[in-house]
């Protein structure tokens, strides 16, 4: 069918004016029932990736050999089709088979596992990365790095106060682990239109300027993934937001500066060099002092670390000081994130221009040793620390928003 002779199958407003994306991240106040929910999909996520990868490499190792053989090519082992439409249907023939449980998570689940592997294999013919490697179980669910995504665009996944967020429940039984309050019942039928309500965490005021944005029809949901990090689970919501609702911002304030800044990385004492002095942000030789977050840390850090590495694997004692760890990073990244972000707003908005140099992070963080195997001059973990990578990419955001 033709989409133009169709209008009433599209919105207007995105057909004609594509618009421009933004992320927002909202922390999540999950109950134990919730938790366990959102560890099963990410888990069947892992589970159906891994599964792809497997049958990929085996059917092209087995063609491989078939033609090494001499075998026909009519005769060959088909290939998997590595494309998103051709691997999903080819998942949906392994459901009943490779996973029984199908029937107890989203469909959304299996749709993540689908386009992360999609994506590996695009960045390994692309150079951009090695062949993808199979996703360990994490010894401990509760306190793993664990996510999983969910694409419905005709879905208002908030409510209109943005103080809650929708989490789709899966057909059919679904049974909760022994000693879950949650669920006493132990089973659960639900139908695949029913939702779970899952609280983001009050006084956030970004989660009410999203739900005003969807529900006066000036946004629309892309993609919502929630993810566990740092102790908590988060939802990190893509919306695509009208281009008439992009407000440009002003440079000229009291602190403009005009003309073009010029930024090196500085690693040690000292978070990067500009060209010129500017006042209340660097000394007067341009020098702008690393915040040292990590470092501040570092202490507290090492002792729970010993506390953790002390403790028998799977007992209480090691879930509590695992999570402690956790927190301790996920304090640790959202202070250097807020702190660039303050940094990344004052140069965008005092400079008409910003010019930062390209480096090699990665061969920057490595160990080097000479050649009696002792440390040389390395940055180490100022370079993570610093995060240099994470403040170029807000410079390149921000720099969109400000009128030229």
């Given at each position: 069918?033709?989409?133009?002779?169709?209008?009433?199958?599209?919105?207007?407003?995105?057909?004609?004016?594509?618009?421009?994306?933004?992320?927002?991240?909202?922390?999540?106040?999950?109950?134990?029932?919730?938790?366990?929910?959102?560890?099963?999909?990410?888990?069947?996520?892992?589970?159906?990736?891994?599964?792809?990868?497997?049958?990929?490499?085996?059917?092209?190792?087995?063609?491989?050999?078939?033609?090494?053989?001499?075998?026909?090519?009519?005769?060959?082992?088909?290939?998997?089709?590595?494309?998103?439409?051709?691997?999903?249907?080819?998942?949906?023939?392994?459901?009943?088979?490779?996973?029984?449980?199908?029937?107890?998570?989203?469909?959304?689940?299996?749709?993540?596992?689908?386009?992360?592997?999609?994506?590996?294999?695009?960045?390994?013919?692309?150079?951009?990365?090695?062949?993808?490697?199979?996703?360990?179980?994490p010894k401990h669910d509760v306190t793993a790095d664990l996510s999983v995504s969910m694409t419905d665009i005709n879905t208002k996944w908030f409510n209109s106060t943005g103080s809650h967020i929708n989490l789709p429940i899966a057909k059919g039984p679904w049974r909760a682990k022994t000693g879950m309050v949650a669920n006493p019942e132990g089973m659960r039928t639900a139908k695949r239109d029913v939702v779970g309500k899952v609280k983001i965490v009050s006084g956030d005021?970004?989660?009410?300027?999203?739900?005003?944005?969807?529900?006066?029809?000036?946004?629309?949901?892309?993609?919502?993934?929630?993810?566990?990090?740092?102790?908590?689970?988060?939802?990190?919501?893509?919306?695509?937001?009208?281009?008439?609702?992009?407000?440009?911002?002003?440079?000229?304030?009291?602190?403009?500066?005009?003309?073009?800044?010029?930024?090196?990385?500085?690693?040690?004492?000292?978070?990067?060099?500009?060209?010129?002095?500017?006042?209340?942000?660097?000394?007067?030789?341009?020098?702008?002092?690393?915040?040292?977050?990590?470092?501040?840390?570092?202490?507290?850090?090492?002792?729970?670390?010993?506390?953790?590495?002390?403790?028998?694997?799977?007992?209480?004692?090691?879930?509590?000081?695992?999570?402690?760890?956790?927190?301790?990073?996920?304090?640790?990244?959202?202070?250097?994130?807020?702190?660039?972000?303050?940094?990344?707003?004052?140069?965008?908005?005092?400079?008409?221009?910003?010019?930062?140099?390209?480096?090699?992070?990665?061969?920057?963080?490595?160990?080097?040793?000479?050649?009696?195997?002792?440390?040389?001059?390395?940055?180490?973990?100022?370079?993570?620390?610093?995060?240099?990578?994470?403040?170029?990419?807000?410079?390149?955001?921000?720099?969109?928003?400000?009128?030229?």
């Amino acid at each position: 069918m033709n989409p133009a002779k169709n209008p009433l199958k599209l919105n207007p407003a995105f057909f004609v004016n594509e618009g421009y994306y933004r992320t927002a991240k909202f922390r999540l106040k999950v109950t134990p029932w919730q938790e366990q929910l959102l560890t099963s999909y990410a888990g069947g996520a892992r589970a159906v990736y891994n599964t792809i990868l497997y049958h990929t490499k085996a059917r092209y190792n087995q063609h491989q050999a078939e033609i090494s053989y001499g075998i026909p090519e009519e005769q060959l082992t088909e290939l998997v089709s590595l494309n998103l439409v051709g691997l999903q249907n080819f998942i949906q023939t392994l459901k009943p088979t490779w996973f029984p449980w199908h029937t107890q998570v989203s469909k959304h689940t299996f749709d993540t596992g689908v386009r992360n592997i999609v994506k590996a294999y695009q960045n390994f013919f692309a150079g951009r990365s090695k062949y993808p490697k199979k996703k360990k179980k994490p010894k401990h669910d509760v306190t793993a790095d664990l996510s999983v995504s969910m694409t419905d665009i005709n879905t208002k996944w908030f409510n209109s106060t943005g103080s809650h967020i929708n989490l789709p429940i899966a057909k059919g039984p679904w049974r909760a682990k022994t000693g879950m309050v949650a669920n006493p019942e132990g089973m659960r039928t639900a139908k695949r239109d029913v939702v779970g309500k899952v609280k983001i965490v009050s006084g956030d005021k970004r989660a009410k300027r999203t739900a005003k944005l969807i529900y006066t029809n000036r946004a629309t949901v892309q993609e919502i993934t929630y993810s566990y990090s740092g102790g908590y689970w988060w939802v990190a919501v893509r919306l695509r937001v009208r281009k008439e609702n992009l407000v440009k911002k002003q440079r000229k304030n009291k602190n403009y500066i005009g003309g073009t800044l010029g930024v090196d990385a500085a690693f040690g004492d000292d978070f990067a060099v500009c060209s010129q002095p500017i006042p209340e942000l660097t000394d007067i030789t341009g020098r702008i002092k690393a915040p040292k977050i990590l470092r501040s840390v570092h202490v507290k850090l090492t002792k729970v670390q010993q506390d953790h590495a002390r403790t028998t694997p799977g007992s209480k004692r090691n879930m509590t000081t695992l999570k402690q760890m956790q927190k301790l990073y996920g304090k640790v990244a959202e202070e250097r994130k807020r702190w660039l972000n303050v940094l990344a707003n004052e140069l965008v908005g005092r400079f008409d221009k910003i010019v930062v140099e390209n480096l090699n992070l990665k061969a920057l963080a490595k160990h080097k040793r000479d050649k009696n195997g002792r440390k040389v001059f390395s940055f180490g973990a100022s370079v993570g620390d610093n995060s240099w990578g994470m403040f170029v990419t807000m410079l390149e955001e921000k720099a969109k928003l400000f009128k030229v």
